[in-house]
């Protein structure tokens, strides 16, 4: 079984400074890790993930995001935020158990950016 | 081109009412998954889908919930005697059989029963 654990569950941030959203996870095997974004009403869009190689990803919107093995982290950084970035971000995890790569979820983080 | 898309995208029911809810997942997309996203629980799996096979019904809340895939394609959801604790928002997500990792999702049914 696998878990994962977003450590703020409400990030309030100025416009043009840096953010840096916690996640942990919980696995007994290989996995696959993923950032989501959810704006207002809208359903989930993948930002970014990491399968395997170079642990610093990049994703879209100028996110990043690094893998720590040792840590069991997958931190999602943005080194300047736009009011546009205001929205619900959620990590998640897989693995790949027969090809059925059913995602975990964390309760979500919500970033508000305020100018 | 066209993502995935759900309907209906709101529904409100009476307690005990049965529902429908549907999914058109990105053509040629192998693999489907049904969420859930309510205030209590956050995001939680459903289902999974392989072609028009059920591999893993292990998130199903219970025997009041069920699922099927027609033709590789559409899906619906279906919850009988709905009660107040399946208020919430249904995702669903398709994937490509060269990317399965990568799940796609669609704007979401949010249905409140009263």
Avoid: M
Avoid at chain 1, 3 to 17: G, H, I, K, M, N
Avoid at chain 1, 87 to 93: D, I, L, P, Q
Avoid at chain 2, 10 to 32: F, M, Q, W, Y
Avoid at chain 2, 57 to 77: C, H, I, M, Q, Y
Wanted: hydrophobic share 30%; aromatic share 12%.
């Amino acid at each position: 079984a696998q878990s994962v654990t977003q450590l703020d569950s409400q990030v309030p941030v100025f416009e043009e400074a840096p953010v840096e959203l916690r996640c942990n996870y919980s696995s007994s095997v290989s996995v696959y890790l993923f950032w989501y974004v959810q704006y207002p009403n809208q359903g989930l869009q993948l930002l970014l993930k990491y399968l395997s190689g170079s642990t610093l990803v990049k994703g879209i919107n100028g996110f990043e995001a690094e893998f720590n093995k040792s840590q069991t982290s997958f931190h999602l950084r943005k080194p300047s935020v736009h009011i546009s970035d205001t929205a619900e971000y959620f990590c998640a995890v897989t693995n790949d158990a027969f090809n059925d790569y059913k995602l975990s979820f964390g309760a979500g983080t919500t970033v508000t950016v305020r100018a | 081109g066209a993502g995935v898309s759900q309907s209906p995208s709101n529904k409100v029911t009476e307690k005990g009412k049965d529902v429908e809810l549907r999914c058109d997942p990105i053509s040629g997309h192998t693999a489907l998954y049904w969420y859930r996203q309510s205030l209590g629980q956050g995001l939680e799996f459903l289902i999974y889908f392989q072609g028009n096979s059920a591999p893993d019904k292990s998130g199903l809340p219970s025997d009041r919930f069920s699922a099927e895939r027609t033709g590789g394609s559409v899906s619906t959801l279906t919850i009988q005697r709905t009660q107040q604790e399946d208020s919430a928002v249904y995702l669903c997500a398709s994937s490509p059989a060269r990317v399965p990792y990568e799940q796609y999702f669609g704007p979401g049914t949010r249905l409140t029963v009263t």
